[in-house]
């Protein structure tokens, strides 16, 4: 039995200390609080400064986007909610994680920080690149979105059928079944002991994400795969954005299984306002692993500038 385990955790460390995310994520910083219901975290806050918001996808947190964000503090200032029922923002008495609640939390959130009226550039990865569409399309302020493996399904079988190419864990929490649910209520009712199985289940992920993933309830998990990622209906707000001329740039990575293959360029064809990127080694981990890319794509659409090369 000792070397079962002793050979479980030494593969557990392995996949861990290799893991791309891993590697490329580090501890943000920044002055963390409160504002419009969402637990926040800024940096680079003054008056008039052109704004940056960071948005997580799902299970996650504002923490995804790691300490590699930080320097976007020196153009802008740069925010970092926890969304609607995730992270710190989960909240176990709530029903409502329609997008329109979404919506209506990020903007109460730039209203309670003063921040309405500044440019404003919107950053998404993965469901957090629905939500930037549609927020983006609602803010009069946007100046430009970047979207990180952006889930644009036309159907609910196109959105599940890449669901399930992430794996058993998604393909079973991301459909909408009893056992699902009561899974997850279990993880809820003994979520100190669910954030570290999920971090023995998930060695691909720094200890704080893992341990992030399970701070959301079944009702704010399924707000955000139905509500967003399955009906995402993102097409008006991309066509409000063309109508704009608000510059939108889906980057994604090679290795991804989540974006449908080639719809991005289809897209750029179709849009004026679109354009693409594309990392040659990513998976949908791309804003954790490849910070230093990343981080220069949004930098790049913030100041109309050609990104680095730098891959990392």
Not at 136 to 148: K, Q, S, Y
């Amino acid at each position: 039995m000792a070397s079962v385990v002793a050979l479980a955790a030494g593969s557990w460390l392995v996949r861990h200390v290799t893991s791309p995310a891993v590697r490329g994520w580090s501890p943000p910083s920044g002055e963390r609080g409160r504002a419009g219901g969402l637990a926040v975290r800024r940096l680079g806050a003054g008056e008039d400064r052109p704004v940056i918001v960071l948005l997580h996808g799902l299970t996650a947190s504002g923490d995804w986007w790691g300490g590699g964000y930080d320097v976007l503090a020196e153009d802008a200032e740069v925010v970092v909610p926890d969304l609607l029922g995730f992270g710190a923002s989960m909240d176990v008495d709530r029903g409502d994680f329609s997008r329109e609640a979404h919506l209506d939390a990020l903007d109460a959130m730039v209203d309670e920080l003063g921040l309405t009226g500044r440019p404003l550039t919107v950053v998404g990865h993965s469901m957090g690149t629905l939500v930037a569409l549609h927020w983006a399309a609602r803010r009069p302020e946007t100046v430009r979105v970047v979207a990180f493996s952006a889930p644009l399904y036309d159907s609910r079988e196109e959105a599940e059928r890449h669901i399930a190419r992430l794996g058993p864990l998604e393909r079973f929490f991301g459909l909408d079944t009893g056992l699902a649910e009561r899974t997850c209520a279990l993880m809820c009712e003994y979520r100190s002991t669910a954030q570290w199985l999920w971090t023995a289940v998930s060695p691909q992920w720094p200890v704080r994400l893992a341990r992030h993933g399970v701070l959301h309830t079944w009702p704010a998990y399924l707000g955000g795969m139905e509500g967003l990622i399955i009906r995402g209906e993102w097409e008006t707000a991309l066509e409000q954005l063309d109508e704009r001329g608000v510059p939108v740039l889906l980057a994604e990575g090679a290795e991804d299984p989540i974006p449908v293959a080639g719809r991005a360029q289809r897209l750029a064809s179709a849009h004026r306002c679109v354009r693409t990127a594309r990392h040659p080694s990513a998976a949908h981990d791309l804003p954790a692993a490849y910070p230093n890319w990343s981080r220069e794509q949004v930098r790049a659409a913030a100041t109309g500038t050609d990104p680095s090369i730098d891959l990392g």
